[in-house]
């Protein structure tokens, strides 16, 4: 029997392999082509080519204000290990829609200083070794000029507001190490909304708490995660949970739809629990399976595959099997 699944898994990979070299004669309505409709079509620039990175992002702690659909505030603290002995500042990118209030590094307000379409550096009153460990904070508002990665859109009678990064987007809703090499070890993000949104991201939900007329939503996630795999998006969603088991163990596959669709999109969504099964039982146990897996439906029409939680802008089953193949 494992012979003949070896077999099967090793036909199924050569198809994909062709398919991925075939782009022009992809499927339309096809779970590939919808996830790689975003890719082709979006519009995105690397990094300036040979940047010199000269930290290590251990843990980020973000904090978003999402009242205005055209306004967004934030505060982002990277706690990072120094990697050069010769700091010329600590680069960062941000896209120049948004004013940083203000810089600390280890604690100290930092020089800020600003720079094409997104350059961001820190200039700290200190100098620091190699394996040192330090602290940045940054405090920011406005929305992004060109943008390629925050979107704001509506569904019934809700607004919508989600992001979108691969792969160099996440300059454009917070600051930090746009690096496709480097993962950070952790983060936990906190989001301000209006009473009745819910915000989907990545992680375990800490907590959903109505204070002071405003809805505080705490995610954090253990794992090594690239910058531009976390996302976050906000609506009145109905939230519900579905639960996969796999040698006995249960995971639970968290979804966030809707409440105009819920009734449809529930059954669609849960072509995901057999999926589940199926590619834990043929590749492994899911990485995140102490976390979770989850949906979060947006106007978009493919998917994204963020840590945890991908973002779907429809439920084919063709799609649904994608994105957790990521």
């Not at 379409?117 to 200039?123: A, E, I, N, P, R």
């Not at 930090?176 to 009473?195: A, C, E, I, W, Y």
């Not at 809707?258 to 492994?284: C, H, N, W």
Request: with cysteine.
């Amino acid at each position: 029997m494992r012979a003949v699944v070896n077999i099967i898994v090793c036909f199924l990979f050569s198809i994909m392999a062709i398919l991925s070299t075939a782009s022009a004669q992809v499927v339309l309505n096809t779970g590939m082509e919808h996830c790689a409709h975003k890719s082709i079509h979006r519009p995105v620039s690397s990094p300036e080519r040979g940047r010199i990175w000269n930290y290590k992002v251990n843990f980020m702690e973000m904090e978003l204000w999402l009242y205005d659909s055209s306004y967004l505030k934030g505060k982002v603290i990277q706690e990072i290990t120094v990697t050069s002995d010769t700091q010329p500042g600590f680069y960062m990118e941000l896209n120049m829609g948004f004013t940083v209030d203000s810089a600390f590094v280890d604690g100290k307000p930092a020089i800020i200083s600003r720079g094409g379409d997104f350059d961001l550096t820190l200039f700290a009153e200190n100098s620091y070794k190699n394996g040192e460990k330090l602290r940045m904070e940054v405090c920011y508002s406005g929305w992004p000029r060109e943008n390629t990665a925050l979107y704001r859109e509506t569904h019934g009678t809700a607004g919508i507001l989600f992001s979108l990064s691969e792969p160099y987007g996440c300059r454009d809703w917070y600051p930090g190490k746009n690096d496709l090499t480097d993962k950070m070890d952790s983060v936990v993000m906190r989001f301000h909304t209006q009473p009745e949104f819910r915000v989907a991201a990545n992680g375990l939900l800490q907590s959903d708490t109505l204070i002071g007329g405003e809805r505080l939503t705490v995610w954090k996630h253990h794992y090594p995660v690239a910058f531009y795999l976390l996302g976050f998006a906000a609506t009145n969603y109905v939230s519900y949970t579905d639960t996969a088991w796999v040698s006995g163990k249960p995971i639970p596959i968290q979804n966030f739809i809707y409440p105009e669709t819920a009734d449809l999109i529930r059954k669609q969504a849960a072509q995901a629990i057999p999926v589940m099964e199926l590619f834990s039982q043929m590749f492994g146990l899911y990485p995140f399976a102490h976390e979770k897996y989850g949906h979060a439906q947006m106007e978009w029409g493919g998917g994204m595959e963020h840590q945890t939680m991908s973002f779907m802008g429809r439920f084919d089953y063709e799609i649904i099997a994608h994105e957790p193949a990521h």
